[in-house]
């Protein structure tokens, strides 16, 4: 009996912790990855566990302490797990989304707390022995805990979606559930036992039935406005979607949200591309660009026409950009161009180990209120930043209208100014070759084809963004609600205090 206490406990570990990944991968999509859907999961993971334990302390307390017990919460964790894409995208969408999902996460994981205590009475010894024992099944049990996530999210969301996740975790309550149903019906529990099996080869029969609609939450859960889901792309790294909306370019998101379009074209300027085509009015010969952040791939495609650029370091940490980017003609040229050098990496750990120096850094980054951002807006990031810009270089970066990002640039480079809702920095003062604007964008060209001919519509465009005027720090700061902060990685006011929805109020 013992051995089959260690072998449920690794099973309720192991499927459990595989299961709260799976949680936060699909609550963080619905919610847009805000630091709250985190919390959230976690609450309801906690919360069930803890209703579990309690409703396993009372089961064990009247003699139900059994392997048909065990065997039968497996068997009603599998059913959930089987049923939960379907409930999931039922619970999409509602008023009361936040606590259906709450309500979901919370039964899943009190059926499986209620198992731990039943294995743990399963698997003590009497006397001398009870501790050895106790500890031994508690071993099995974070064992499992912690070979599930790493399983989970290393190969199982490389090779199958988050729904079909879900059913996988639900065959393996099935089959958990078998060695346990074989001890009841040789026991006394004969006619639980055989009912038993005859729950799992149903779980089995239906599980080839549900199968596409676990492969296709994603897609259902997938945010596209008036448009239409044009592709999907899901690893172990995220999801990834594009929208096609008609008279409109396709628009790029990235766990859920708008990461940018697949235009490139000035006088559309339906992404406001202005803000890459400025950079080339900024320097005058750049050679050596990283882009942290590939995303739709449309500003590195405008970076490799800039004339005279030798290498373009690109740090994504998403390969499924890269076949985004192949669906789209007017991008995957990029992908082809010799001088590129794509690594798939972390962007602030690549720029601290690459010490390399660049003339211009760009990063299109995502909103300023998404889980994580603040390893790329702090101070410290900035600083790095700072370190790897060449004499004469400059950075670009999305501050997705935190001034709080502004002013961190501002803190850390002499010079720092918006266009828009980007921060143009440098160790100089480079608005004096704006004027040069025209003259340079005239050499752009996309594989020796002059990208901007002499035509009205061009000419008037590109006067346009030479003649725009920077917005200055002190600018924003006397009309701000409220005194502007340094982000730094302790503080992380983005995301949290001043995160979304923070300061709708204001």
Not at 43 to 51: D, H, K, S, Y
Not at 242 to 263: A, C, E
Not at 281 to 300: D, E, N
Not at 313 to 324: C, F, L, R
Request: proline share 5%; charged share 15%.
């Amino acid at each position: 009996m013992t051995r089959l206490a260690w072998f449920l406990s690794f099973c309720a570990g192991f499927i459990s912790l595989s299961e709260e990944i799976l949680w936060v991968r699909i609550v963080g999509f619905i919610f847009e990855s805000t630091p709250r859907a985190f919390a959230m999961v976690l609450a309801g993971f906690l919360g069930g566990i803890a209703l579990g334990a309690l409703i396993g302390k009372r089961l064990s307390e009247r003699g139900r302490a059994t392997p048909a017990t065990a065997a039968w919460l497996l068997l009603l964790a599998g059913l959930l797990l089987l049923a939960l894409p379907s409930l999931i995208v039922g619970a999409d969408g509602r008023p009361w989304t936040n606590f259906l999902l709450l309500v979901l996460i919370l039964l899943g994981a009190a059926v499986k707390g209620t198992l731990f205590p039943i294995v743990h009475h399963l698997g003590s010894l009497p006397g001398e022995r009870l501790g050895r024992s106790v500890s031994r099944t508690y071993f099995c049990n974070i064992l499992g805990a912690t070979l599930g996530p790493l399983l989970t999210g290393l190969f199982l969301l490389e090779h199958f979606s988050s729904g079909s996740s879900l059913h996988v975790l639900a065959l393996l309550c099935f089959l958990c559930a078998l060695p346990p149903l074989f001890v009841s019906v040789k026991g006394e529990a004969r006619a639980a036992g055989r009912y038993g099996f005859t729950v799992a080869l149903a779980g089995l029969l239906v599980l080839p039935l549900l199968w596409p609609v676990g492969a296709g939450l994603m897609q259902q859960l997938a945010r596209v406005g008036t448009g239409q889901l044009h592709l999907l792309i899901e690893n172990r790294h995220g999801v990834v979607h594009s929208v096609s909306q008609p008279g409109d370019d396709d628009s790029v998101l990235g766990g859920n949200v708008y990461d940018g379009k697949t235009n490139i074209d000035l006088l559309r300027n339906s992404n406001m591309i202005d803000r890459a085509y400025l950079l080339y009015g900024l320097h005058p010969a750049p050679k050596r660009v990283l882009v942290i952040g590939l995303s739709s791939g449309a500003w590195t495609r405008i970076i490799g026409m800039m004339p005279g650029v030798e290498r373009i370091d690109v740090v994504e940490i998403n390969p499924a950009y890269v076949e985004m980017i192949r669906a789209y003609p007017q991008l995957s040229p990029l992908l082809d161009d010799p001088r590129l050098h794509l690594h798939i990496d972390d962007g602030r750990r690549w720029l601290r180990r690459s010490h390399a120096q660049f003339d211009l850094i760009v990063m299109n980054t995502t909103f300023h209120w998404r889980a994580n951002i603040t390893n790329l807006l702090s101070v410290e990031m900035q600083r790095l930043m700072h370190d790897a810009l060449a004499p004469g270089g400059i950075l670009a970066f999305n501050t997705t209208d935190s001034y709080d990002a502004f002013l961190t640039a501002a803190s850390v480079f002499p010079h720092a100014y918006m266009f828009r809702n980007f921060v143009y920095a440098g160790k100089h003062d480079f608005r004096e070759e704006l004027p040069q604007l025209p003259q340079r964008l005239k050499k752009f060209n996309d594989r020796g084809v002059p990208l901007f001919a002499d035509t009205r519509e061009n000419n008037q465009a590109l006067a346009k963004l030479a003649g725009i005027k920077f917005i200055q720090l002190q600018q924003i700061a006397r009309i701000y609600p409220r005194p502007l902060q340094v982000v730094t990685d302790q503080n992380m006011i983005t995301e949290f205090r001043f995160g979304r929805g923070a300061e709708e109020g204001e």
